[in-house]
């Protein structure tokens, strides 16, 4: 199956244009019924979905500015790996009142998720303390140094308090208007230790020096890994220290 999926949505339904969505899907907005929308194809498996889904219609009912799932018109809220979800206004953080009123977000997201069960297939960045592989990192295709350098990275975590992370909280997936913060791209949510989260421009989550310390190594480490080997991943570990 393919885009005829969206036809499960109803026939007032069409796409409009290609979107920016990474290499992992084909991301399209699209009308539903005279309404814009984003439209997610991927291979991601069905009880992915139902964890993200379900996830994001938690967060809107608790308040939350997400992309909302639009259910097909038997009322499955995913089909065949596409997903359609509400379409979110705003532009990206610009200014370091911008970057805290970020850091107030991603803050309730993970206060409103404590105690979330993990994504299936995923592993959080302290498992990779022993394990190898979860979801989109294998730690046997890295260097065996930088391995030793991201684990120490994240060995600084354990311990920490555990809920959902955005995972990729950066200026293009974050819609910002005048009364209200919301994120998009939903891709590398998953459970981890929230310091993921909160290595902020501007140190906008207001973290003391080692905290901050602590949270810039770890989401350097975490994001070498997610990606490895490109050009931004190794960029990445660089910043992560030597052992």
């Not at 969505?21 to 069905?46: C, F, K």
């Not at 996830?55 to 809220?77: E, F, N």
Request: aromatic fraction near 6%; hydrophobic fraction near 40%; charge should be negative.
């Amino acid at each position: 199956m393919g885009w005829e999926t969206l036809g499960l949505w109803g026939e007032e339904v069409s796409r409009v244009e290609p979107l920016a969505g990474g290499v992992a899907n084909d991301v399209w907005s699209v009308r539903v019924r005279g309404r814009l929308a984003v439209a997610r194809l991927g291979a991601r498996s069905d009880a992915d979905l139902a964890w993200e889904t379900r996830l994001l219609q938690h967060l809107d009912r608790d308040g939350l500015t997400v992309p909302v799932p639009i259910p097909t018109t038997d009322g499955r809220l995913f089909a065949h790996g596409l997903v359609v979800m509400t379409y979110v206004e705003g532009g990206p953080p610009e200014t370091e009142a911008d970057w805290r009123r970020v850091a107030e977000m991603l803050r309730r997201l993970h206060r409103l998720t404590e105690g979330w069960p993990q994504r299936p297939g995923w592993r959080s960045s302290t498992d990779l303390l022993r394990a190898e592989i979860g979801t989109k990192i294998d730690l046997s295709a890295m260097p065996p140094e930088g391995v030793t350098r991201c684990r120490a990275a994240w060995a600084r975590l354990v311990g920490g308090q555990t809920c959902v992370v955005h995972g990729d909280p950066n200026p293009r997936n974050i819609r910002m208007t005048a009364d209200r913060v919301a994120m998009i791209d939903w891709d590398e949510a998953h459970v981890d230790v929230p310091d993921l989260d909160l290595a902020l421009p501007h140190n906008a989550a207001g973290l003391d020096e080692g905290a901050y310390d602590i949270a810039a190594q770890a989401s350097a480490a975490w994001e070498a890994a997610v990606c490895w080997d490109d050009e931004y991943s190794i960029k990445r570990l660089a910043e992560v220290r030597a052992v």
